[in-house]
Each structure stands twice: as C-alpha cells, then as structure tokens.
C-alpha cells in the first residue's frame, strides 16, 4: 500500500505546474510575445486528440482484439492527408465569420439558424459525456491501481470503493478551476486561450514521453526487445491469434471506426477548439498535417507490444485497461509507474480541460444566449452590460458538464471498457460530419435538410447506442435490448429491423448514416433554399476562392445604436477599440463612419465572436432595420452581374484590339524613325557632295585673287577647274531636282511609243566623244527597230546615256570595252549595257541604286560621278513600269540591264 | 498558386493511397499471420505504410527551404 497522500500530492503538483505554465503563457499573449505562435505547438495541442482512451484504452483493446485500437489513429491521418482542402477550408471560413464553435459553424453554413446551433449544441453535449466520464474513470481507476502498488489487480473492476469516487470527483473539482480559469478569462472567445494551449501541448509532451517510457521499459527490459518478445507470443496459439487481421473484427468494423475517427477528429468540440479556433497563424497548418500523424504514430507504436506483454505475464483478473500501469508495477518499479500514471493523467486532464471549455461556449452562445433573447428578449434588451453575465453562464456550464460526466461515469461507466464508451461519444459526434462536409462543398444542402439529418441521426443514436449503454447497466430492463422494447423483436435496438451480426457500433453508424446522410441529401434536394441560406452557402462553398465574400445587406441603422450593441456584450473599452480600429483602417475619424453594409457585418462578427452568428444576428437585427432581400432585388443583382461580364468580355476584347493596334503603331514608328535617319543621311551627304566641288571652286577663286601675277597658263588650268566643277555643281543641283521631281510623283512626262534601238543609236551618237576621250571601244548590237514601249523619250534617253557614261568611268584604261544591245520578246523589250571594267561585288548589286551609294572606298578614290545618276535611272524605269538591275561578277565586268514592258496591242486600239 | 494547387493534388492523391494501404482488402493480405524475422507482418506492415505516408506527407506539406523564410513559420 502506497500513502495515497504522496500520489495526491504528486497530482496536484502536476496539476500546479499546468497552472504555472498557463499562467506563463497568458501573461506572455498579455504581452504580445505569444508562446503558442508555432506550428509545433500548435500539432501538439491537436494531440489532445490522444486522452485516456489512447494511453489505457489502446491497451486493454489491444490485448483483446490486435491492431483494432488503430483506425482511431489512422482516420485521423486520413483527414490530414485531406488537410489542405478540407481543414484549411474550414479554418478560412471560421477566421472570416468569427465562428467559435462547431454548433456556430453549422448554424451559420445553413442560414445563421439559431435552431440548428442549438440543436448541435445539445447533441455535442449529450455525447460528449460519456467521453468525459471515459476521463474521470480513468484517472480513478489509475488512481486505485496504483494505490494498492505492490498488489496487482484485485480493484480492477472498481465497485463501491469510497477512494474510487471520490478521486474522481475532487479530480472533476480541480479541472473544473483549472479550465474556468484559463478557459473563460474574457468575453470575446475568439480570443486565443494561449496559457491553456500552451499547457495543452506541454500535457501531450508529457504523456508522450510517459507512453514511450513505458513502452521502452515493457520491451527491452521485461523481454529481450521486439524479437524476443513476438517469439514468446509466436508459443501461444491465443495471443498468436491477436497477430492477424481476423481478431479485429473484420473489414467492416474496420472501415466503420476509421471512418468514426475521421469525422470525431474534425466534429469533436475540442477538435474543432485546437484545431480551428486556437489557430493563430494558417500556416501552422502546414506542418500540423505530417507532425499531428507523426505524433499519433508514435504514441501508438508500443501499444501492441505493451498489450502482448502484459497478456503473457499479467496475472488473471487484472482489468485490461491498466496493463500499462500494471506491466512497472509487477517489475517493482514504484516510480516508473507514478511517471505513467502522471502521463495517464495528463491525457485525460487535457482532454477534460479543452472539452469542457468548447462546450461551456456551445452552451451559453448556441444555447443559453438565443434562448434569453427570444424569451425575456425585453428584459435582456435593457440589461446595461451583458459581459458578466456571459462569463458567468460560461462558468457554471463548465462544473455542470463535470457533474453530467461523473453521473455517467457513476451510473453506467462501471461496467463497460473505456474504448466501448468513447466510441459510443465518438458515433454522436459523427452525427454532424455529412452536414459539414456536404456544407462545405455542395451548395444546395439545406437548412431543412441539415436539421432534418442531424437530428434524426442523433435520435436513431440514442435508441441504438446511448439507450442499450444504461439497459447494460441495469438501469433499463435488460430485455429491451434482449427481446426489443415491449417484446417488439423488429425493435431490438443492437438489431433493428432484423439486421443482425453487425457489432454495435457498426450496426448503429449504418441506421444513424442511413437516415442523416439520406435525409440531408434528399431534402435539399427537394427543397428551396431562401436567400440568406444562399449567400451563407456561397459563403462557406467558396471559401477558397474569394478571400471574404460580402453578404448583400440593405438596410438601415445608427452608429450609435451599433456601438451600444457590441458595448454590451464586450465591455465598452473593447467595443471603442473594435471601431476605432475599423475607422482606422478606413481613415476616418470614429465619428464619420458611413453606416453600410460593411460597418453592420463588422458589428455582428464583433458580436459572433461573442455570443455565436446566430445570436449576433438577432441582436443586430435589434437594432439594424434590414430588408429583407426582394426576388426583384436578386435579379437585379444578377443583371449586373451578368452585365459586370458582358463588360469584361468587351473589356478583354477591346484590350485585345488595342494591343494588336498598338503593335502595328510600334511597328510604323519603327519605320518612320528608320525613314528619319535615311532622311538624316541623305542630308548630310548632300552638303558633303555639295561641299566637296565648292571648297575647290573656292580655293582656286582664291589662289586666282590673291596671285594677280600668276603665270597665265596656270591661271587658265585652274580657271578651267573652276568652270569643271561648276558644272559638276549645276550638274549635280540639276539631278537633285530631278530625283526630287520624280520622288514627289508629279514629272511632267510626255508617254509616246518609243523605238529602243533607236534611242540607243542616239545615245551612242551623243557618248561617241566620251568614248573617244578615253579611247574606249563601244559596240552597238542594235537591231534596225524595235517593238515600242510606251514612255517619255528623253528619259529613256537620260537612262541610257546615264548607262554608257557610267560604263565608259570604270573601264580599264587600256582596252576598255562596252557593248550596247537592245533584244525583245513577245513581252518586254531588253536594253543591255556591258563593260569589262572591275565589276560589283553581290553585295553592292542592290545598293548601287540608292542615292550617294558610289560602290568603293570613296574616301582614296575620288568620286568618279554625283552619285545619283543610277538612283534617277531606277526611278525612270520603276515609273515606266520596268525593272533594272546589275549582274555582275567581280573582276569581269558589269552588266546593267533594263527592261520595259511592250506596249500592249490593246493599247493601240484604244 | 500553381504551387498550391499542385501540393493540394499532391496531397489528395496521398490520401487515396493511404485510403488502399490502410485498409482492407490489403490488411487481409497482409494479415494471414506471417511472420518476418520473427516479427508479425501485420504489425510491420502496417505501422510501415503508416510512417511511408506520413513522410509522404511531410515531403509536400512542408514548405521548400527556398521560401521556407518568407513569411517565417513563427
């Protein structure tokens, strides 16, 4: 026999140091440099998920039916891989609404109904009690077993014991302090309680570390580690049997728990508490989804070993629930054994704390609250300040619930194993899954349909799982569950209509899913929604796509009736703040905030946050006049909807047109500036073809002034330079007219029928002297006539002498020669002008023809020519509608050739 | 948000695979009452494609060292 003292005190010093810590950690968040602001604080406060039922119950079902105990664990897992759609789905919408609560969440997704909130609240309630009383019998029974440390076994089965009662009890006293304390220290409740998450995750550090010690100890110092162990097992066909897939009852009880845990995981009120409203930062989240599995594989790991162990060595009648706290016991190891019973501990305090505070909240917005204020609704309005009165609803529901958990624990827990009573809280709880995930993601589901599935389901749950728990107790006729109420065998509740040989809670999930999921589907189905059930639903449904959809409102209402409001349930201080704030972010002053839509939703999410949305929104209707949103009113917000895209359609295309416009104006931009810089060119290389003939007109002006006494046959050469480049001046000024003339488009032409030959005849006749000069031979292969073109004469004439005194230039000066042909087709008429000068390199063949573009290095050679005289040919020609060009190899030659259309026979006739 | 929409694929895929892993008819299969090294398959089996899915999931869940600093995990 142990004093109980030292174990008592031992408890409370725990229970003192969770204090310390919450009180740390609050006193932290007071001063801005939160504790809990981190992903791993946050995953561990979600392993409150892991209570008594995972530290003792594991065990004792592993020992009966194997890996069973797991798909609790592996559900969850489950519903983290889906983390990212479904969780951060429903944190984005809880953070936007101000949702504190499951029973606030559902209430708000179906039409801000205060009913369904109530109604969910109740249920959670009623369910979670038992799962409570699950904590309380625990932490007793691991009380006694260790009070009567060496001897094992003997008070397993609990009984009148006055110890047993009434550690459970002053146990249920403590946490209730403990959880009034941290858990309803203000009004606003979504508020974070940082001291109690951070004492949460120290609790989950703590239990941890008491499992895998315990663990570590049951299998490498009572056995000679894993091998040894299974080998021992492996001699016992009983426990080999435990080894395979069969003990557990078969795939359906399988996929029916792990389906149990994916929807307790998210509906459990304190679940939803750690997981939704605790979060202070989303992306905690993302380290939640690997870290929270993680840390239920771990804790889960030696559950089996443990469980096999103490099969082989525990003696008969030891209750299978404490073998974890028995197994260090019989090995003598007193203080082992007080560490595993201080992690038990821990687990079911945490659970305990953190559920009663999420119900505490349930209970006074989802329940007390709506019913205030529709039944004394006048005697509530006057009340000057409804903060106090909130807390202390708050603060009586939590002993309250303590109580309901003892009373179960007294009345029906005794007799039943602790995984069979969470599964029991564990199945109500499920009741709301189909309403929130179907909520989440299918628009239609509705009001009616929600409260229709929620409630059947829950009723269904009483009569096949809550109703048999106190027949098996002894406080209904055990033939109700034997023979069916009244002797009604179709009625049996563990067989209802005659579906037998499913276990309880599989034959109890498959009526209560039948009814919820059927009746939310088919009802909504079947039924309209009104408008604020739409815009709720589109709310929740598109979460993730619109940061905050704004409701429609139209209405009116007073700033000063809006702040008295939110005053009255958050204390004035606060409330002043919350505007202030809102009137900050606008930048006005507090007093010039317009009264719209906007401010109203402010005002009842201050208030949801408070007292839940469906409350809020009766009280805000207290004093905002709303009108209710017409069928004219929808439509017309669809017009412009579907104006609002009609005009971005147009918008896009208009956009689209600009960009090509703007692409075709780069473009042309591109061109003139590429037409300005050949402008440029032209220009200065005018002056400089201009200048060149000046400076030596000037200089021998000069040397002829300033030399009167020069000898007179210098004197008439340089006269004769002077008059040379005179002309080449005129010369030049001449072509430049013409080119410009022709360029301008407006040449005053006269278009005869022209003979080619002929014109080449003349052209030689008027060259003959420039050929002489240069004592260069010109052949003419001219035929006597040929076919006319149409075109102006002395042009042509111009082209061709153009044509010759440019072959004559750039012939050798020895043995130069250039022939003259003129050829026809039935087509054009061919006028060909060949040297055998040094030829145009490819390169040139084009740019010979642009104005100044003198092929060679112009800077040695002197520039044997304007420059323009092969740019006004191309000009002539191109105007005649003929074509020239050169072809021409380098060193042998060049040949110009020019070719014009015959005059068409058509033409003559007309 | 091409990112986000890939890790939450990602994820939705593991979630199918873990859904086939964890659960009968593959736990039949494995569950025969074999035994490895003198271990129990099941038990093997099982907590292995436990862990194989949580790494999985630590692997797309966690945020990539290259923006791991942005916006800070706190």
Redesign the interface.
């Known amino acids: 026999m142990v004093a109980g003292w030292f174990i008592i005190l031992i408890a409370a010093g725990y229970i003192g140091l969770l204090f310390a810590i919450a009180y740390y950690g609050d006193k932290r968040a007071d001063q801005g440099r939160s504790l809990i602001?981190?992903?791993a604080v946050y995953a561990l406060s979600i392993a409150v998920y892991c209570t008594s039922w995972t530290f003792y119950g594991s065990v004792g079902r592993a020992s009966q039916s194997?890996?069973a105990f797991?798909p609790i664990y592996?559900g969850p897992?489950?519903v983290?891989?889906?983390?990212?759609?479904l969780l951060r789905k429903i944190l984005r919408v809880s953070k936007a609404n101000r949702i504190t609560t499951i029973a606030d969440f559902i209430g708000s997704r179906y039409g801000k109904n205060a009913a369904l909130a109530g109604l969910v609240a109740i249920i959670a309630v009623i369910g979670v009690v038992p799962y409570i009383a699950l904590q309380l019998k625990a932490v007793s029974t691991s009380f006694t077993v260790l009070l009567h440390y060496p001897a094992v076994g003997g008070m397993a089965d609990g009984g009148p014991d006055s110890y047993f009662h009434d550690t459970a009890f002053w146990a249920a006293l403590c946490l209730a302090a403990f959880a009034i304390l941290f858990g309803t220290r203000t009004i606003e409740a979504s508020e974070h309680h940082q001291g109690l998450v951070a004492a949460i995750a120290f609790e989950s550090i703590v239990k941890l570390i008491a499992f895998l010690a315990a663990g570590l100890f049951v299998v490498t110092v009572l056995f000679d580690g894993?091998?040894d162990l299974?080998?021992r097992v492996?001699a016992d066909p009983e426990l080999?049997r435990l080894?395979?897939?069969?003990a557990t009852g078969g795939?359906f009880n399988?996929?029916t728990l792990?389906l149990l845990a994916m929807a307790a995981v998210i509906c459990l009120p304190r679940q939803f508490q750690v997981i939704v409203v605790e979060n202070?930062?989303e992306?905690?989240l993302?380290?939640a989804?690997?870290?929270f599995?993680?840390y239920l594989?771990l804790i889960n790991?030696f559950v089996?070993p443990i469980a096999l162990a103490g099969r082989l060595t525990a003696p008969a009648g030891v209750d299978p629930d404490t073998i974890v706290l028995t197994l260090p016991m019989a090995a003598q190891q007193y203080s082992l054994a007080l560490f595993v019973f201080i992690g038990g501990f821990s687990a079911g305090t945490g659970m305990v704390i953190v559920e009663t505070v999420a119900l505490s909240t349930m209970v006074s917005n989802d329940l007390v609250m709506p019913l205030l204020l529709r039944w004394r609704r006048l005697g509530l309005a006057d009340w000057p300040e409804l903060a106090p009165f909130l807390l202390k609803v708050r603060r009586m529901a939590i002993p309250f619930l303590l109580l309901l958990g003892y009373l179960y624990m007294r009345l029906v827990g005794e007799s039943y194993a602790l995984v069979a009573i969470g599964l029991v809280s564990f199945a109500a709880v499920a009741q709301f899954f189909p309403a929130i995930l179907l909520g989440l993601f299918w628009r239609r589901a509705s009001t009616a349909a929600a409260f229709v599935a929620i409630g059947g389901g829950f009723l269904l749950w009483i009569y096949t799982l809550l109703l048999p728990s106190l027949a098996g107790s002894g406080w209904l006729p055990i033939a109700f569950i034997n023979e069916g109420p009244f002797g009604i065998a179709l009625l049996k509740p563990y067989a209802l209509f005659g579906l037998a040989g499913l276990d309880p809670i599989t034959h109890s999930l498959f009526w209560t899913m039948l009814v919820n999921i059927g009746a939310l589907v088919g009802i909504s189905l079947l039924t309209e929604q009104s408008a604020l059930e739409r815009t709720q639903a589109a709310l929740f449904v598109d979460a993730l796509e619109h940061a905050e959809a704004g409701r429609l409102w139209r209405g009116t209402a007073k700033l000063s009736d809006l702040r008295e409001l939110v005053a009255r349930f958050l204390g004035s201080g606060r409330a002043v703040e919350a505007f202030q704030d809102y009137a900050g972010r606008r930048g006005v002053g507090i007093a010039e905030l317009a009264v719209d839509g906007e401010l109203v939703r402010h005002a009842e999410r201050l208030l949801a946050g408070a007292i839940g949305t469906a409350s809020a929104r009766v009280m805000i209707a207290t004093v905002a006049e709303e009108e209710p949103l017409g069928i004219d009113e929808v439509m017309r917000i669809l017009d412009e909807t579907s104006q609002v895209i009609e005009y971005s359609r147009r918008l896009e295309e208009k956009s689209h047109e600009l960009e090509t416009a703007t692409a075709e104006l780069r473009a042309a931009n591109e061109r003139l500036k590429e037409l300005d810089r050949l402008k440029d060119d032209f220009v200065s290389t005018v002056s400089h073809e201009l200048r060149t003939p000046l400076t030596s007109i000037r200089s021998f002006s000069e040397i002829l002034h300033n030399n009167p006494d020069l000898n007179p046959d210098k004197r008439r050469e340089f006269l004769a330079i002077v008059v040379k480049e005179s002309e080449r001046l005129t010369r030049l000024i001449n072509q430049m007219l013409d080119l410009s003339k022709i360029e301008s488009g407006k040449p005053d032409w006269q278009t005869v029928d022209v003979d080619l030959a002929e014109v080449a005849r003349e052209a030689a006749a008027a060259t003959s002297q420039l050929f002489e000069d240069r004592s260069v031979r010109l052949d003419l292969r001219l035929p006597e006539t040929a076919p006319p073109v149409a075109a102006d004469r002395d042009r042509l004439m111009q082209v061709t002498v153009n044509l010759l005194s440019n072959a004559v230039k750039f012939c050798p000066p020895a043995d130069g020669r250039v022939a003259l042909t003129v050829a026809s087709d039935p087509v054009d008429v061919t006028l060909t002008v060949a040297d055998n000068g040094p030829g145009i390199a490819t390169e040139h063949h084009e740019t010979v023809f642009e104005p100044f573009r003198q092929v060679g290095d112009t800077l040695t050679a002197k520039p044997q020519g304007t420059g323009l005289g092969l740019a006004i040919c191309r000009m002539i020609v191109d105007h005649h509608g003929g074509r020239i060009w050169v072809e021409s190899v380098p060193g042998r030659g060049a040949i110009f050739r020019v070719r014009l259309p015959r005059r068409m026979p058509l033409a003559r006739a007309v | 948000m091409p990112d986000e929409v890939r890790?939450?694929d990602r994820?939705?895929g593991?979630?199918l695979l873990?859904?086939v892993l964890?659960?009968?008819?593959l736990?039949?299969l494995?569950?025969?009452?074999d035994?490895v090294?003198?271990?129990?398959l099941?038990?093997l089996y099982?907590?292995a494609a436990?862990?194989l899915?949580?790494?999985t999931?630590?692997w797309i869940?966690?945020?990539r060292s290259s923006r791991a600093r942005r916006?800070g995990?706190?």
């Open positions: 602001n981190s992903s194997g890996i797991l592996l897992t489950l983290f891989c889906l983390g990212w759609l894993f091998g299974f080998q492996a080999t080894l395979r897939f069969e795939g399988w996929i792990t202070v930062n992306r905690h993302d380290r989804l690997w870290a599995p993680l594989f790991i089996l | 890790r939450r994820l939705i593991l979630f873990a859904l964890l659960n009968p008819p736990l039949m494995f569950g025969g009452g035994t090294f003198g271990l129990p099941l038990y099982i907590f436990w862990l899915i949580i790494a999931a630590a869940a966690e945020p916006g995990d706190g």
